[in-house]
């Protein structure tokens, strides 16, 4: 499953980074016995208002938990660029 947030959304992080009222929460997961990996990550106002949110999918042929981590954070850094 991929997500790409709106335009809508992105202007609305955009709005809250520059009034300094977005927080934000990412995470990445990585199961060995399956093989399983996946990463998340929220926008959020700082009252709690979602401004957009997306489970993300695995990339790369060799996953481990550093890998999903990562992702899970490149995911944030790409949408506040």
Known sequence: MTFSPT??????VSYGASMEDLR????????????????SWVFA????T???????????LEMDPLRSEL???LSCLYILY
Do not use: Q, W
């Open 24 to 39: 934000v929460a990412r995470d990445g997961t990585y199961f060995p016995s399956s093989g399983a990996e996946g990463h």
């Open 7 to 12: 335009n809508v959304e992105l202007s609305n």
């Open 71 to 73: 992702l899970g954070i």
């Open 50 to 60: 979602l401004l957009t949110t997306s489970p993300g999918p695995p990339y790369g």
């Open 45 to 48: 106002k700082m009252d709690g």
